[in-house]
């Protein structure tokens, strides 16, 4: 499955919910028009069933599913790809073991440098973040928009902000540079097809 060029990134927030409440949200979120759905779990209960469940409701939405952090669980899953940190592993192993169609998208933080280099070794995109606070990962460094700017003047691959995006503050990071928005409470701390929905709105109104 193909990365969009654009549109809502939503990332799986499972604490404190039962798998079935996940399921329920995503596929909310899904419905909402969210065009990526990454399944990030710090404190998994039983990860590999709620990713394959995760999986098949996307696929139902032809929407891609990514697997945060273990290259390993989206191998075992037959996820779409891997979100990989700065200490999650490299592009390199997850092309080698996922394939030449596997989605590998990188954090770059704040460093545009980085981001020319990961492209150049075989990233899909490039997330960028956190832009404004974020009750999701509270020590999150902080980015600054002008950097989406500049990784638009020399990037090819899409761009992705992360960190404390709301539908009332995502409109300048488009404006700035960013194709997608990457979004945890701002989808599932609220009624996810209604937020999805907000946030799919920003993106009629940015041009192609
Ligand atoms: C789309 C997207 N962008 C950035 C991140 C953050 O990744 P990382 O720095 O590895 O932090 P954790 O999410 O693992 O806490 C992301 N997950 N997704
Ligand atoms: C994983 C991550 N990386 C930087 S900020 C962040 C959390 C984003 O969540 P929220 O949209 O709730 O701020
Ligand atoms: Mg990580």
């Known amino acids: 499955m193909k990365f969009p060029h654009r549109g809502l990134y939503a990332i799986t927030q499972p604490e404190n919910r039962t798998i079935n409440q996940v399921v329920k949200d995503v596929e909310a979120a899904l ?3 969210a065009t990526v759905i990454q399944y990030r779990d710090k404190n998994p209960l039983d990860t590999p069933h709620l990713a394959s469940l995760l999986l098949e409701i996307c696929h139902a ?12 669980l989206a191998l075992a899953v037959g996820a779409d790809g891997v979100h990989l940190g700065r200490d999650d592993g490299e592009i390199a192993v997850a092309r080698r073991l996922l394939g030449p169609d596997a989605i590998i998208g990188v954090s770059c933080y704040n460093d545009v440098e980085k981001a020319r280099t990961m492209a ?11 832009f404004f606070p974020s009750g999701s990962k509270p020590l999150a460094a902080p980015a600054e928009i002008a950097t989406l ?3 638009k003047q020399s990037l090819t691959v899409p761009i992705v902000a992360i960190g404390g995006i709301l539908p009332e503050n995502g409109g300048q990071l488009l404006a700035a540079g960013a194709d997608l928005l990457a979004v945890i409470g701002g989808v599932f ?5 209604a ?9 009629n109104h940015q041009p192609e």
């Not at 032809?62 to 273990?70: A, G, K």
């Not at 937020?195 to 993106?203: D, K, S």
């Open 149 to 151: 700017a500049r990784a």
């Open 61 to 72: 939405y032809t929407t891609p599913l990514l697997i945060n952090d273990s290259i390993e």
């Open 120 to 130: 150049a070794a075989g990233a899909d995109y490039v997330a960028f973040g956190r």
């Open 195 to 203: 937020a999805a929905r907000a946030y799919q709105a920003l993106f």
């Open 31 to 33: 419905r909402g028009g």
């Open 189 to 193: 701390d609220h009624e996810p097809e």
